[in-house]
């Protein structure tokens, strides 16, 4: 599986952006794609996943009720819809994929996740 990352961008705060993660290749029905950012400096942290199956989303706290996981299983595409966005939203964001097992991995911690993209970035000015 091969993901590349798009959308990112410059925008203001309060602003919206849609980023893009395409996979080559076939998704594996108990897979998780999921999102992660990285801001300068800072470790690479959870933000929102989505089950190839069953579509159930996670989020992390700070992005809940401002940023939307959705999928497009025939295109094979995943979407990241930020809202309302803040200065702190600043980082390099990368998609990512891996199975969900039983008892295994959590989808918000990065041990699960076996593909990534190369990263797009976002930057929110103040």
């Known amino acids: 599986v091969q993901l590349q990352a798009s959308g990112g961008g410059l925008v203001q705060t309060g602003g919206s952006r849609r980023l893009s993660c395409i996979a080559s290749?076939?998704?594996?029905?108990?897979?998780?794609m999921g999102w992660f950012r990285q801001a300068p400096g800072k470790e690479r942290d959870f933000v929102a996943a989505i089950s190839w199956n069953s579509g159930s989303t996670y989020y992390a706290d700070s992005v809940k009720g401002r940023f939307t996981i959705s999928r497009d299983n025939y295109k094979i595409l995943v979407y990241l819809q930020m809202n309302s966005l803040k200065p702190e939203d600043t980082a390099v964001y990368f998609c990512a994929a891996g199975p969900l097992i039983v008892g295994g991995f959590s989808p918000r911690g990065i041990s699960m996740y076996d593909y990534w993209g190369q990263g797009t970035l976002v930057t929110v000015s103040s």
């Open positions: 290749g076939r998704i594996p029905s108990n897979y998780v």
